[in-house]
């Protein structure tokens, strides 16, 4: 089972990514899937999340809301990170995570991929 994020790199102020996360190994149409992200010298936190169909269970930490957007395709394994407006203090590793207990640290992980916001 693995998961694997891509879709990062160097933006300014303002701008957008898209995230993408490939999950392989089994199907994850019933697990929840979600985003997190790591700034140096912070603890992980969540950033969003998504449950097994586009309409159920999504949340979104406060500051992202209204500025990013997840989404999953079921069919191809997927799940996505829409990221506009983005500012400085969302620089971080972002990593996608899958879970189909209610624990994200017995789910599965992927390795993150590098989102740097410069002002």
């Known amino acids: 089972v693995q998961l694997q994020a891509s879709g990062g790199g160097l933006v300014q102020a303002g701008g957008s990514l898209r995230l993408s996360c490939s999950a392989s190994?089994?199907?994850?149409?019933?697990?929840?899937m979600g985003w997190f992200r790591q700034a140096p010298g912070k603890e992980r936190e969540s950033v969003a999340s998504i449950g097994w169909s586009d309409f159920s269970s999504i949340y979104y930490r406060d500051s992202v809301k209204g500025r990013f957007s997840i989404s999953r395709d079921n069919a191809k394994n997927k799940v996505y990170l829409q990221m506009n407006s983005l500012r400085p203090e969302d620089t971080a590793v972002y990593y996608c995570a899958a879970r189909s207990g209610s624990d994200w640290a017995k789910g599965y992980w992927g390795k993150g991929t590098l989102v740097t916001v410069s002002s």
């Open positions: 190994g089994r199907t994850f149409s019933r697990d929840i």
